[in-house]
């Protein structure tokens, strides 16, 4: 059965809206097409007013969404496999980045808890073909799709919305590639806008290629993760940082015999590391390395994704590690309360932040290397988002950076940090009305 002939109409494109003016229509254009942000008139004058500016700059964001049809996204109604079946035919939706098309279904369990759904990307097995005749065309990433339904279905019992996609091109079946990261933005974003999603338990799960993709993705894009599971995959530790997930529960699930690729000997390297990473910073690097005895390839997959429902994000830690590195064609602009305002060229960049209340001292380490040693970085744009939770908003901040002061005064709230903060994540937990921007 082949799946192009499966996809219905459903195919929503990101084309953004082409006026400008509201803040509303802002929000709809593309990013790279928005240009400058319009004039909004908010306030800060006062927590009430502070409350009041949030909301505002938060219903614009979602109108903005509602404009190009992101509401769609996610079926309102819980749905079962059973569900996406009509007329004895199956029928996916499907999300259009750029030239990729990428299917999808999403499958609901259970009752929804106080606090929102939680939320599983699960990412199939398979991988790519380059002789594949289409962007769907390769049986055994069709295959690998439906196993992972079941799984949802039969096997992971914790409720929760499952968006289960299908790779977007067969010819180049990598799930890190630039679409697929978009794509785990775009239905985060809707989900928590529209479907009741709880942003502090969105969780990433993938098996052998999927699986690697919970390493690399997981350890990328640190800040959206509750948790990351990773089943009968390992990856090399320059690939996807282990320092990057200091707030982020990661598992792996693999077998002893899963010697291709030496798997199950990257597994071991990549959590001994993370095991001296806790040992350092108690109770920040949560992990479990599951080797799983007498087994290959083909492992037992129902405890690891159990496992990291248990934990929950914490949206704004007070430390935090990034390294920054590129996967595919882009590197992440933002990882919690750091923001980079330029495209980097130099590769990893190296960027821890630790915020002491007390002291209302926020200091900075940002390295990149040369000649084969880590130097300070330097040229970088860089914006601090500051919340009370790191420091005390109504008292001047210091802000060092590699042990030089760079800025020590009252951090004022704008607009600008605001609406960047909303535009950048979609997330309410994440959402800043004070930044500080640096030169280094």
């Known amino acids: ?50 409350a009041k500016s949030k909301q505002q700059v938060w219903e614009a964001y979602r109108k ?42 999403v499958l609901t369990k259970g009752e929804k808890p106080a606090t929102g759904w939680p939320v599983y990307f699960c990412l199939h097995g398979g991988g790519g073909n380059p002789n ?15 196993a992972q339904m079941q799984l949802a279905t039969k096997v992971w019992e914790s409720p929760g919305i499952y968006i289960i996609p299908r790779m977007a091109d067969d010819r180049q079946g990598r799930w890190y590639y630039s679409w697929n990261q978009q794509f785990i933005d775009i239905m985060t974003q809707q989900a928590i806008l529209f479907n009741e999603a709880d942003p502090n338990r969105i969780y990433l799960e993938g098996i052998s290629e999927g699986g690697y993709a919970a390493y690399r993705l997981g350890s990328m894009m640190a800040d959206r993760w509750a948790g990351s599971c990773s089943l009968a995959a390992a990856e090399p530790l320059g690939t996807s940082p282990p320092e990057n997930l200091r707030h982020v529960a990661f598992r792996c699930g693999i077998g002893e015999k899963d010697t291709m690729f030496d798997r199950v ?3 071991r390297t990549y959590f001994k590391t993370l095991a001296e990473l806790a040992a350092k910073h108690d109770g920040q690097y949560i992990h479990f390395h599951d080797e799983q005895k007498g087994r290959g390839h083909g492992i037992d997959y129902k405890e690891g994704p159990q496992w990291i429902s248990s934990y929950k994000r914490n949206p704004i830690p007070s430390a935090i590690t990034w390294t920054v590195i590129k996967q595919h064609d882009r590197h992440r602009q933002r990882s919690y309360w750091l923001a980079l305002d330029d495209k980097l060229d130099k590769f990893p960049l190296y960027l821890t932040a630790d915020s002491n209340r007390k002291t209302n001292i926020i200091n900075i380490t940002a390295h990149q ?48 940090a605001l609406i960047k903060s909303i535009a950048e994540r979609g997330d309410p937990n994440q959402v800043f009305t004070t930044q500080v921007k640096l030169k280094l």
């Open 1 to 50: 059965m082949k799946l192009t002939s499966l996809i219905t109409a459903l195919a929503i494109t990101l084309t953004g809206q082409a006026s400008a003016g509201t803040l509303e229509e802002w929000f709809a254009k593309q990013s790279e097409k928005r240009g400058d942000i319009p004039k909004v008139d908010l306030s800060f004058d006062n927590p009430e007013s502070i």
């Open 132 to 146: 594949a005749k289409g962007p769907h065309s390769w049986d055994v990433n069709t295959r690998e799709w439906f």
């Open 265 to 267: 000997g990257l597994a």
């Open 369 to 416: 290397m040369k000649d084969g040693k880590k130097v300070p970085a330097t040229g970088l744009n860089m914006r601090v988002y500051l919340s009370d939770k790191l420091v005390n908003l109504a008292e001047p901040v210091t802000i060092n950076v590699n042990g030089k002061n760079v800025f020590k005064d009252i951090a004022k709230p704008s607009a600008e």
């Open 64 to 105: 903005g969404a509602i404009k190009n049809g992101l509401d769609k996204l996610i079926p309102k109604k819980a749905m079962t496999i059973e569900d996406w079946v009509v007329d004895k035919k199956f029928q996916p939706r499907s999300l259009k980045i750029g030239d990729k098309t990428m299917p999808y279904v």
